[in-house]
């Protein structure tokens, strides 16, 4: 079973090695709660977690929330003792006001 929270849809697929079937469902996404969303297509698709062998999530609300400058700011705090171990190699920029 493979899961992808999108920006509008949830997408949730699942397939079936006994018999090689591939059954897929799409429900709205609820950006507040995205749970939700993952919940109602998982119990559209299979009877019983039972019957699951692999769950395979993938989102695309974090990347959504950073290119929409959408959600809570973050910052890392440190202690100064803690020296260059937090750096990283080089700098990237995500947008033009992202730096990481």
Not at 58 to 87: D, F, H, Y
């Amino acid at each position: 079973m493979a899961v992808d929270i999108g920006g509008t849809f949830v997408d949730a697929l699942v397939f079936n090695f006994d018999n090689g079937t591939l059954e897929t469902k799409k429900v709205s996404t609820t950006p507040k709660a995205p749970h939700v969303g993952v919940l109602e297509s998982v119990t559209q698709l299979v009877e019983s977690s039972d019957t699951v062998g692999e769950f395979i999530h993938g989102t695309t609300l974090g990347l959504n929330a950073i290119l929409e400058r959408k959600g809570a700011a973050v910052g890392i705090v440190a202690m100064k003792a803690l020296g260059t171990s937090l750096s990283l190699p080089g700098e990237s920029t995500l947008c033009a006001d992202v730096r990481i």
